[in-house]
């Protein structure tokens, strides 16, 4: 009885874990490893990518913003994430793409990775459910849901071309009732989308109940001893589970989202 509740507990823990490990990943995109001299340090073992310093700098781009020098930025962008294998280069790479005046951002220029959901490729009436799930210039809007007209609109415009993607002219959002246009170029990478060189405001940001008034049966502040303990870390295993179970892969995005609203 006790090894069955053991091994029942292992996997209960061990799948919570992994879950726990795919927030790290996004939390990871949001820590700037930056030096007190400001520049991003390489992690260690790191052996360099070429594809870290694009064809065309932010800087490049924002001095001469033609839609040729975004594409090109875009393509450099996607390349240089797809690249990437681990979740230390990643955060790495994230500090690269947050560093202001770097090779990735400069002024309105900068990438913006977002998710959504690819069941909208085989119903076209799918919510496309798409959040922000790293931005360069503010950190503060990951896990944010978009409204469904700029979700569809940069999805549109993002798998007109595999290769590179396309552009978001300013007035093309209108349309689609969309209350400010975006801009910019948007370009899939994987079951992703990036943005280059468009604003994401509020008023793109769509409405969202989110279970922030959760309060757990044992809260930290009624831990007094091992089974309280016990009780509060079951209790935000829980959590993390159902909120996977009913948001997918957007769980990480959600709950990261409960977090800083």
């Known amino acids: 009885m006790l090894t069955r509740s053991l091994g029942s507990t292992r996997r209960r823990y061990s799948g919570a874990i992994g879950k726990f490990l795919a927030v790290a990943g996004l939390l990871l995109l949001a820590v700037s490893q930056v030096s007190a001299q400001g520049v991003c340090v390489p992690p260690a073992g790191y052996e360099g990518n070429p594809l870290s310093k694009p064809s065309i700098t932010a800087a490049e781009v924002a001095a001469n913003r033609t839609p040729d020098n975004l594409r090109e930025f875009a393509v450099a962008a ?60 503010q950190m503060a809007l990951g896990g944010r ?24 002219p300013d007035v093309a959002c209108l349309a689609l009732n969309c209350p400010k246009p975006l801009g910019g170029h948007a370009i899939m990478y994987g079951p992703y989308v990036m943005l280059l060189g468009a604003r994401i405001q509020d008023d793109h940001l769509g409405p ?10 044992v809260s930290a502040s009624d831990v007094v001893d091992r089974a309280t303990l016990e009780s509060f870390v079951n209790g935000a295993i829980d959590h993390v589970n159902g909120l996977f179970e009913a948001h997918g892969v957007d769980g990480a995005s959600v709950l990261r989202a409960m977090a800083l609203t």
């Open 208 to 217: 969202e109940i989110l279970d922030v008034g959760h309060v757990p049966e």
């Open 145 to 168: 849901l978009l409204k469904e007209s700029t979700a569809k609109e940069i999805l549109a415009v993002a798998a007109s071309d595999q290769a590179s993607g396309g552009p978001l």
């Open 78 to 137: 996607r390349d240089y994430s797809v690249s990437i294998t681990t979740w230390v280069e990643l955060a790495y790479a994230s500090c690269l793409m947050r560093q202001e005046g770097g090779d990735w951002r400069s002024g309105q220029i900068y990438p913006v990775s977002l998710s959504f959901d690819p069941a909208v490729f085989v119903n076209p009436e799918a919510p496309a459910n798409m959040r922000v799930i790293f931005h360069s210039a």
